[in-house]
């Protein structure tokens, strides 16, 4: 019964430090796995701040271009609104000089 309760010892001892190595082993492969997983977020991170800040500067070159466009339109704007205000003197210019003509022939129709 001796050699049983030895055997038995040796057999738990052994798998107790299998247990260990296999927990070390573990360990070590998932801290492996983390840190290749934080190179791979930090690249990815280090590419978004890249991308956020090129992003920035388009979107402050669009409003200058905006910018640039309203003012643009609203001096066209005032160039046409001013065409059309001479036309429309113009117009009734010419209507109110017609008019004094027809007046002019009726009367002397009379």
């Not at 052994?14 to 070590?28: H, N, P, S, W």
């Not at 090129?54 to 339109?73: C, H, I, P, Q, Y």
């Not at 609104?81 to 008019?99: H, N, P, Q, V, Y």
């Amino acid at each position: 019964m001796g050699t049983f309760a030895t055997v038995v010892s040796v057999a738990s001892g052994c798998v107790t430090v299998f247990g260990f190595i296999a927990l070390f082993v573990k360990y070590g492969h998932d801290k492996g796995k983390d840190e290749s997983d934080k190179k791979e977020m930090r690249k990815d991170i280090d590419a978004n701040t890249t991308d956020i800040k090129n992003l920035g500067g388009r979107v402050n070159k669009m409003e200058l271009d905006n910018a640039k466009m309203v003012t643009a339109l609203s001096s066209d704007m005032g160039w046409i609104k001013s065409t059309l205000d001479r036309m429309d003197r113009k117009l009734d210019e010419r209507g109110a000089k017609r008019c004094r003509k027809e007046i002019r022939l009726r009367c002397k129709g009379l």
